[in-house]
């Protein structure tokens, strides 16, 4: 609860509204006990007396009455109409929607066409439709308002309901024996309370709104009982001479509207667990980068392609700060592919997406380091420069291209775009050349292929349009994010040796990511291994794959199960990597190592040189013949 509490205190507005209605709850509540007057008793001769008079602080109105008794009870009055109005609305109409979304079939087209019926009115005629037939009364105004807002429920939590009736989790529990209400208590009802106490928080304020344009219109609270549009109706009369009977009330709607709303919006944000990390905030067009100058790292590898030097990559998370990317350092020659490898978590996705800066801001900022491409330093480049280089000098291939390719558009339409975005071409042109680079990524048929969406597309042929985008522009670079981890074996070695025939044509470096040394082994020159967001062992591939230097490299070069060999079974890590907001000093890696000694886990252990083209980051690394695990030899 105290962690519900700090998430809406961390948003200013919504830290306002919670707190400008906890301050008129707390006057309403204790309203009974307060020295006010009787808010029912007349008074003609003390009639329309302005604010600050002797023992009317707000005033009163056209019988006399005071206007502070009247507006705090009037407040109480609405405030309860209101939420209970809400709560009636969210019962029935959440009821109505996970019933019908649950059910579908005949079930959802009855319960549904019976709330379109009642959408097909204007709310506030259906309402006073309600009224009329009801009578002018508070009860009544509040059946009304409930009616109303019925179908604003049913119909968000029916589109929630059926999201979630197909899932898997549901089929299961059909398995496990449990029946329809059983699962919709259990299974359904959880998933969606969420989304109807988030509906409910941002409607509540419309109920008060419209119960106090109800009793505004002589149709909801009956005299002498005052609610707050009452007052506001009797004090429309008196604008001219006595502006402030009816200004007072409006005041108090306005504060309670306003602050149940923002309240609101912080509800929703800290239910959301995508909204309160971030995740859903606007990004900006480049990583956001905070680095200090007098910690910028000399320039080196003058001849490489591209240059990554003590890259520090957060992220922001409230209070917390955790430690994604820390002291990246790597080359890339020209022509050549450098394989980045790790366990999931270990920082590999984050250092490729900090090179061209699309680590979403927030929460991601980049802390420090250079990436420099051709001796161009990339963090010090603005936006328009950056977008140049995104997809012509340094092409990115995503891990699943069903979520990057756009749903509504042709992949032809796509590539087109690809390409026209940065070369000076026709529509036809582009098109013809979209064409033939999905001939040139292996893909049958390329004319027809270039008029289907992405949903009509195999795994592997959306994996191939994703490279044949990253190929559009001739790319001196391509960084491709696990590019086969979601394929079966065989459209993953034809990927491999697509990406390894189209990389010796077209000349491109290329960044392989990803955490299997198998495939590590098939196409790249060197490796980079990385654990807890540093670089931890680099090297030739062949020569890390026969004397691996660091015990993390060689227990996942054990991991890999090696065919026509039945003795040797894959070696399982013990352990977990460390949390990225409570790195260990020392060696990250050391509660997992069954060579720890008491200095691993003592400062910061430097990335030294062990031969004339390897580092490695450990302070004892393995000898040629040591064993890679306790008893047992490779």
């Not at 319960?111 to 709310?123: H, N, S």
């Not at 977008?387 to 796509?414: C, M």
Request: charged share 20%; proline share 7%.
């Amino acid at each position: 609860m105290m962690a519900f509490v700090k998430l809406i205190a961390r948003n200013r507005l919504a830290a306002f509204g919670g707190i400008i209605l906890l301050l008129i709850i707390l006057l309403v509540l204790i309203t009974p006990w307060l020295p006010l007057a009787d808010p029912n008793v007349t008074d003609t001769a003390n009639r329309l007396l302005p604010p600050f008079s002797d023992n009317h602080l707000l005033g009163t109105d056209a019988l006399g009455r005071d206007i502070l008794s009247r507006l705090l009870w009037g407040t109480q009055i609405s405030l309860a109409v209101g939420l209970a109005a809400s709560l009636v609305a969210a019962l029935v109409g959440s009821t109505i929607g996970i019933v019908a979304g649950y059910f579908g079939g005949r079930t959802d087209n009855t319960l549904m066409r019976g709330i379109d019926m009642l959408m097909a009115f204007p709310y506030i005629l259906l309402a006073l439709a309600i009224v009329a037939v009801l009578g002018p009364g508070l009860m009544n105004a509040l059946y009304a308002i409930a009616i109303v807002n019925i179908p604003f429920f049913a119909r968000n939590i029916r589109g929630v309901t059926v999201g979630i009736a197909h899932r898997e989790f549901i089929d299961a529990a059909r398995l496990s024996g449990k029946g329809n209400l059983r699962i919709l208590t259990s299974e359904i009802l959880p998933n969606v309370l969420p989304v109807i106490i988030i509906t409910l928080s941002t409607t509540v304020g419309w109920m008060i709104l419209e119960t106090a344009g109800l009793s505004f219109l002589g149709l909801g609270a009956q005299p002498p009982q005052a609610d707050l549009g009452s007052m506001l109706g009797e004090g429309r009369k008196m604008m001219l001479n006595a502006p402030h009977v009816a200004t007072v009330p409006g005041l108090m709607i306005f504060l309670l509207v306003m602050s149940i709303n923002l309240l609101g919006d912080g509800i929703r944000d800290a239910l959301d667990p995508r909204l309160k990390s971030g995740a859903l905030s606007r990004p900006a067009p480049f990583t956001r980068i905070r680095r200090r100058r007098n910690s910028l790292p000399d320039p080196v590898n003058g001849n490489a392609l591209l240059s990554v030097e003590r890259l520090q990559t957060d992220f922001e998370v409230g209070h917390e700060t955790y430690r994604a990317v820390n002291d990246v350092s790597f080359a890339i020659h020209p022509n050549e592919c450098l394989g980045l490898v790790g366990e999931s978590g270990s920082g590999k996705s984050v250092t490729a997406l900090s090179l061209l800066g699309l680590v979403a801001s927030p929460p991601g900022i980049i802390t420090g380091g250079r990436v420099a491409l051709e001796g161009r330093d990339l963090l010090d480049l603005p936006p328009r420069d950056i977008r140049r280089i995104r997809g012509k000098d340094i092409a990115y291939v995503f891990q699943d291209p069903l979520s990057t390719l756009h749903p509504l558009f042709r992949v032809g339409d796509q590539l087109v775009e690809a390409i026209r975005q940065h070369q000076p071409m026709s529509h036809a042109e582009a098109h013809e050349r979209a064409v033939s680079l999905l001939e040139q990524v292996r893909i049958p048929n390329p004319e027809r292929r270039a008029e289907q969406y992405p949903h009509e597309l195999s795994g592997g042929m959306r994996q191939r349009v994703g490279i044949a985008m990253a190929l559009a522009n001739d790319p001196q670079l391509i960084v491709a994010d696990e590019p086969t981890t979601a394929l079966d074996v065989t459209v993953q070695a034809q990927i491999l040796k697509l990406i390894q025939s189209l990389r010796r044509e077209k000349g491109s470096a290329v960044l392989f990511i990803t955490h299997d040394f198998g495939v590590v082994s098939q196409i790249c020159d060197r490796v980079a291994v990385m654990y807890a967001g540093r670089i931890v062992e680099i090297g030739p591939t062949q020569a890390i794959l026969d004397t691996p230097r660091h015990p993390y490299t060689r227990r996942l070069i054990d991991c890999v199960p090696r065919l026509g060999e039945p003795d040797n079974e894959p070696d399982a890590i013990p352990g977990l990597p460390p949390a990225a907001n409570h790195i260990p000093e020392g060696c990250a890696f050391a509660e997992r190592c069954h060579l720890v000694e008491d200095a691993c886990r003592q400062g910061d252990i430097e990335l030294i040189a062990t031969d004339a083209d390897r580092q490695v980051r450990c302070i004892k690394p393995l000898s040629v013949t040591e064993p890679s695990t306790p008893g047992v030899s490779r």
